[in-house]
């Protein structure tokens, strides 16, 4: 049985906001970055989602474009900029396949946004792409994470869940199970939606992210007319594990 969830809420917004909205530990990368890169210049949110960067990003003063394959994260993200007054522009558009018709000082993938490209021939597809889009000395910033760093695979313990209150309900997503597999590592997430009058329906919903070392980004991105800067680190949290932000300057 699927999460019900309260009349007027996207399925994709409502888990969205669920599992990622609370997650704070790599915006100063992202500032830092943006900062130093683009300053008020355009910078691009690839994955954006229902805003979490492209948001807070923009109420520092950017001019943000938010790129996802949802086109529910991009409405959410659409009304909240015009809510909030900001600059952000937000269109549907698939990381490997875009085509904005401008450019960018600054490219922005987080939350393993690179690692769900599907293997390195999607990969090479999203980073001629971003290429494409940045203008000279343009730069992509792209978080990679490991699920099974420095702990042995059968060790590896899933985090606490997220939690969210909405109009009422409580929705709670739980990650159960995370393996290896087949060169990428699979994660089980349990979603609970408990209504207001006390009924609870649950599914499971997997993320599959491609295994990815951040030397191993950096040489396909070579490839792709990039050169390697120094990465930059996002720590671990009690909830989320820690990533490392690859930095490839467009050569």
Do not use: K, N
């Not at 995370?178 to 349990?190: M, P, S």
């Amino acid at each position: 049985m699927s999460a019900a969830l309260p009349a007027g809420l996207e399925e994709a917004v409502a888990w969205h906001d669920v599992e990622c909205s609370a997650y704070t530990a790599d915006l100063p990368v992202w500032r830092e970055l943006a900062a130093e890169r683009a300053g008020p210049g355009p910078l691009l949110d690839i994955g954006c989602g229902s805003g979490r960067v492209a948001l807070d990003l923009a109420a520092r003063g950017a001019e943000v474009t938010g790129l996802d394959s949802d086109p529910a994260l991009v409405r959410a993200l659409t009304a909240r900029a015009r809510e909030r007054g900001l600059r952000v522009r937000a269109v549907v558009g698939d990381a490997r396949s875009f085509d904005l018709g401008r450019r960018f000082a600054l490219a922005l993938a987080p939350m393993q946004v690179v690692q769900l490209m599907g293997g390195p021939a999607g990969r090479a597809r999203m980073l001629a792409r971003v290429r494409a889009h940045l203008g000279p000395g343009g730069a992509l910033a792209a978080a990679l994470a490991d699920p099974f760093e420095d702990v042995p695979a059968d060790d590896a313990l899933p985090p606490l869940p997220d939690v969210l209150e909405l109009r009422g309900w409580v929705l709670s997503s739980t990650p159960v199970a995370v393996r290896a597999e087949d060169g990428a590592t699979e994660i089980d997430r349990l979603r609970q939606a408990a209504g207001p009058d006390g009924s609870l329906t649950e599914s499971v919903d997997t993320v599959r992210l491609d295994r990815l070392e951040p030397a191993q980004l950096e040489r396909e991105a070579a490839s792709a007319g990039f050169r390697a800067l120094e990465r930059r680190r996002v720590p671990e949290t009690d909830g989320y594990v820690g990533s490392t932000v690859v930095i490839l300057e467009a050569a």
